[in-house]
């Protein structure tokens, strides 16, 4: 039997509409799943723990009743292993908590749990979250990065091996990932989803992010860790979108650039206004501002591992001695420009049902030594927008270029409405 391929796996919704169509059996898309990790994973190396298929498959027979009769059916679920789970250690990419065994899981874990999800396993993540890699390749092209810092998570979904996977963003962790991978990826609006059990970086800019190949899956897990009602997935047509161009944030690629104007130029065919921010250099000031929120909470949140100095890589010591000399009235500026130019940002997009930004500055980086720039996720997440990456475009030698859409804050319902109408035309 051939192995299967990413493209030939059904993505979550799909799945599960064949599964309770009777076209197919939640155990064979499972050994589907198992076969895809098992003829990739030596390859893209996303796991950082997982169980195996007899573990899996013991797991699903011992409560088959209650996962054939849930909303997810025993289908898998990659977890980040910065997110707590109770069977599973946690490292957080860190020799320093090598062998840690969670009490109990994360909130997000559980009520995935409840629906009727089974945690394959833990994915790669950087170093607690920041920019020292694991040992991720990008599977669109294993001599890239896969960016950071969920890097396992995002790899897994993008190569077929699971149908969801959950990551978390400080800076760029989900988007960036999500773009350089070809795959959807997710931040809520900052405070949307709870956070407890996830080993925080910088309180004030951390959220809980999704990965799955539609737009659809997205919406469905929200509803599972929202605990809401699976009511029906809506698309919705936007009327206005304003675009934030690379150079407003910084240093962007030709290539970016390019498909930022192809996918203005999609939305015009479609009868869409289509308008530039005028942004007086407030969105490339937020990434200075977001560096330094994320510098001051960085080095208080980590106090305990910073009296292992020896098992920290350089660039996470390097930006805890910045938090440390940071005077906290620069800190404090920080948070309240962040708060003002959220503010600013929806008055001048008053009419707007979405923002236009690339996702990273261009194709995944060749090599495996870092994972990326994060610069053009940081003024959103400084404001707390919530932020979804979509596939679809890619450079002239096929490599995937991934575009965001950022919604205003506490309205990710809209956003993903919005996105899920765009996704088909990209």
Same mark, same amino acid.
């Given at each position: 039997?051939?192995?299967?391929?990413?493209?030939?796996?059904? =993505?979550?919704t !799909?799945?599960?509409?064949?599964?309770?169509n009777?076209?197919?059996?939640?155990?064979?898309?499972?050994n589907?799943?198992?076969d895809?990790?098992?003829?990739?994973?030596a390859?893209? @190396?996303?796991?950082?723990?997982?169980?195996?298929?007899?573990?899996?498959?013991?797991q699903?027979?011992?409560?088959?009743?209650?996962?054939?009769a /849930?909303?997810?059916?025993?289908?898998?679920?990659? *977890?980040?292993?910065?997110i707590?789970?109770a069977s599973?250690?946690?490292e957080?990419?860190?020799? *320093?908590? %090598?062998? $840690?065994?969670?009490?109990?899981?994360?909130?997000c874990?559980?009520l995935?749990?409840?629906?009727?999800? #089974?945690?394959?396993?833990?994915?790669?993540?950087?170093?607690?979250?920041?920019?020292k890699?694991? %040992?991720?390749?990008?599977?669109?092209?294993?001599n890239?990065?896969? @960016?950071?810092?969920?890097?396992?998570?995002?790899?897994?979904?993008?190569?077929?091996?699971?149908p969801?996977?959950?990551?978390?963003?400080?800076?760029?962790?989900?988007?960036?990932?999500?773009?350089?991978?070809?795959?959807?990826g997710?931040v809520?609006?900052?405070?949307?989803?709870?956070?407890?059990?996830?080993q925080?970086?910088?309180?004030?800019?951390? !959220?809980?992010?999704?990965?799955?190949?539609?737009?659809?899956?997205?919406?469905?897990?929200?509803?599972?860790?929202?605990?809401?009602?699976?009511?029906?997935?809506?698309?919705?047509?936007p009327?206005?979108?304003?675009v934030c161009? @690379?150079d407003?944030?910084?240093?962007t690629?030709?290539a970016?650039a390019a498909?930022?104007?192809?996918?203005?130029? #999609?939305? $015009?065919?479609?009868?869409?206004?289509?308008?530039?921010?005028?942004?007086?250099?407030?969105?490339?000031?937020?990434?200075?501002?977001?560096s330094?929120?994320?510098?001051?909470?960085v080095?208080?949140?980590?106090?305990?591992? /910073?009296?292992?100095?020896?098992?920290?890589?350089?660039?996470l010591?390097?930006?805890m001695?910045?938090?440390?000399?940071?005077?906290r009235?620069?800190?404090?500026? !920080?948070?309240?420009?962040?708060d003002?130019?959220? =503010?600013?940002?929806?008055?001048?997009?008053?009419?707007?049902?979405? #923002?236009?930004?690339?996702?990273?500055?261009?194709?995944?980086?060749?090599?495996? =030594?870092?994972?990326?720039?994060?610069?053009?996720?940081?003024?959103?997440?400084?404001?707390?927008?919530?932020v979804?990456?979509?596939?679809?475009?890619?450079?002239?030698?096929?490599?995937?270029? @991934?575009?965001?859409?950022?919604?205003?804050?506490?309205?990710? =319902?809209?956003?993903?409405?919005?996105?899920?109408?765009?996704?088909?035309?990209?």
């Amino acid at each position: 039997m051939s192995t299967p391929t990413a493209s030939s796996l059904p =993505d979550l919704t !799909s799945a599960l509409a064949a599964i309770n169509n009777g076209e197919t059996t939640a155990l064979a898309l499972i050994n589907q799943y198992f076969d895809r990790i098992d003829a990739r994973e030596a390859d893209v @190396g996303a796991w950082q723990f997982r169980l195996s298929r007899e573990e899996y498959l013991a797991q699903y027979q011992q409560q088959r009743g209650f996962y054939e009769a /849930s909303l997810l059916k025993g289908l898998p679920v990659a *977890i980040k292993d910065i997110i707590d789970t109770a069977s599973m250690p946690t490292e957080m990419g860190s020799p *320093i908590h %090598k062998g $840690r065994m969670p009490a109990e899981d994360a909130t997000c874990v559980e009520l995935l749990k409840r629906a009727g999800a #089974i945690v394959l396993g833990k994915t790669v993540t950087t170093e607690f979250a920041y920019f020292k890699p694991g %040992k991720t390749r990008n599977p669109a092209d294993l001599n890239r990065t896969p @960016g950071g810092s969920s890097s396992g998570s995002a790899a897994a979904v993008a190569d077929g091996m699971v149908p969801m996977a959950l990551g978390s963003q400080t800076a760029a962790s989900v988007i960036r990932p999500a773009a350089y991978c070809g795959t959807l990826g997710y931040v809520g609006s900052r405070g949307e989803y709870s956070l407890r059990g996830g080993q925080p970086l910088a309180q004030s800019l951390d !959220s809980l992010g999704l990965f799955a190949r539609q737009v659809s899956d997205l919406q469905l897990m929200r509803a599972v860790l929202l605990r809401s009602p699976v009511s029906e997935l809506t698309s919705i047509k936007p009327r206005r979108i304003v675009v934030c161009r @690379g150079d407003q944030v910084g240093e962007t690629d030709p290539a970016m650039a390019a498909a930022i104007e192809r996918v203005c130029e #999609i939305l $015009r065919q479609q009868d869409i206004e289509v308008v530039t921010l005028d942004d007086q250099h407030r969105i490339q000031q937020l990434v200075t501002h977001h560096s330094q929120i994320m510098a001051w909470e960085v080095c208080r949140n980590l106090a305990r591992e /910073s009296r292992y100095t020896d098992l920290l890589s350089a660039p996470l010591q390097a930006l805890m001695e910045t938090g440390l000399t940071m005077p906290r009235e620069e800190y404090l500026q !920080s948070l309240e420009a962040a708060d003002a130019n959220r =503010d600013w940002l929806w008055q001048t997009c008053a009419e707007a049902d979405a #923002i236009l930004a690339p996702a990273a500055p261009g194709v995944a980086p060749l090599g495996h =030594d870092k994972t990326g720039a994060p610069h053009m996720s940081r003024p959103w997440q400084a404001m707390g927008l919530p932020v979804i990456t979509l596939p679809g475009q890619t450079d002239e030698a096929g490599l995937p270029l @991934g575009i965001q859409l950022i919604g205003r804050a506490r309205a990710d =319902d809209r956003l993903l409405a919005v996105a899920r109408w765009l996704q088909p035309l990209l």
